[in-house]
T-cell receptor
Framework: GDSVTQMEGPVTLSEEAFLTINCTYT??????LFWYVQYPGEGLQLLLK?????DKGSNKGFEATYRKETTSFHLEKGSVQVSDSAVYFC???????????FGTGTSLTVIP | GAGVSQSPSNKVTEKGKDVELRCDPI?????LYWYRQSLGQGLEFLIY????????KSGLPSDRFSAERTGGSVSTLTIQRTQQEDSAVYLC??????????????FGPGTRLTVL
C-alpha cells in the first residue's frame, strides 16, 4: 500500500545552518505530496505541496522537489532560524484513494 | 474565514468512562478526517467521511471507537469505556474535494485526551 518514510529525528541545528529532512514515498499512480509543520502547542498546518513530478513547492524559505525517479520529496532550507523549531511531517495523497498518508514526523530544534 | 475547530481542547477522564470529541470543519469542505497523535508518534488515521458516502472506518483501533457526521458538517468521535492507552491528541482535518482530487487538509488544534 501507499506509505511515506521520513528521516527520524530529532534534529538539532545552529541558526543559519542548512536543513535537509529526507522523505521518500511508495504509491501507485501519481500522488500529490505535502509537507506539514506543527509548531509547539499548535495544530498542523500546510507548509508546501507539489502535485506532479518535477514540481517544486516552496514557502517561508523552505523548498521540496517532487522527484518521481527517486520517489522522494526532501525538505530543504538554506538558513534555518530559531522560529523554524517545530515538527515536520511529510505526507502524500494518492489519486487512487481517499486517504492521506503521513510520515512519523521529524522534530527540529534550532539553537541560537 | 473560520478554520477547523475542535472541542474540548482538553479532556481528562477516568478509565471506563465514555467521551465525545467534536469537530467543526471548514464550511464547504466535504471531506473530514480523524487522526490520533500519540506522544512522540506520527499521525494515525482513524476514520474518513466524504459527502454522503459510507465512511472509511478502516483505521478505527477497536469497536470502542465510533464516529458520525451529521448533515455533512459537524462530526463527533466517541470513545466508549476509555482505556489509558487511548490517551493522545485527537486531530480533525477537513479538505475540499474537486473533480475527485483531494486537496490539502486543514487541521484543527486537536483535543488532548488524558485517561487516568
Amino acid at each position: 500500500g501507499d506509505s511515506v518514510t521520513q528521516m527520524e529525528g530529532p534534529v538539532t541545528l545552529s541558526e543559519e545552518a542548512f536543513l535537509t529532512i529526507n522523505c521518500t514515498y511508495t504509491a501507485t499512480g501519481y500522488p500529490s505530496l505535502f509537507w506539514y509543520v506543527q509548531y509547539p502547542g499548535e495544530g498542523l498546518q500546510l507548509l508546501l505541496k507539489a502535485t506532479k513530478a518535477d514540481d517544486k513547492g516552496s514557502n517561508k524559505g523552505f523548498e521540496a522537489t517532487y522527484r518521481k525517479e527517486t520517489t522522494s520529496f526532501h525538505l530543504e532550507k538554506g538558513s534555518v532560524q530559531v522560529s523554524d523549531s517545530a515538527v515536520y511531517f511529510c505526507a502524500l495523497s494518492s489519486n487512487t484513494g481517499n486517504q492521506f498518508y503521513f510520515g512519523t514526523g521529524t522534530s527540529l530544534t534550532v539553537i541560537p | 474565514g473560520a478554520g477547523v475547530s475542535q472541542s474540548p481542547s482538553n479532556k481528562v477522564t477516568e478509565k471506563g468512562k465514555d467521551v465525545e470529541l467534536r469537530c467543526d470543519p471548514i464550511s464547504g469542505h466535504t471531506a473530514l478526517y480523524w487522526y490520533r497523535q500519540s506522544l512522540g508518534q506520527g499521525l494515525e488515521f482513524l476514520i474518513y467521511f466524504q459527502g454522503n458516502s459510507a465512511p472509511d472506518k478502516s483505521g478505527l483501533p477497536s469497536d470502542r471507537f465510533s464516529a458520525e457526521r451529521t448533515g455533512g458538517s459537524v462530526s463527533t468521535l466517541t470513545i466508549q469505556r476509555t482505556q489509558q492507552e487511548d490517551s493522545a491528541v485527537y486531530l480533525c482535518a477537513s479538505s475540499f474535494v474537486h473533480l475527485g482530487a483531494y486537496n490539502e487538509q486543514f487541521f484543527g488544534p486537536g483535543t488532548r485526551l488524558t485517561v487516568l
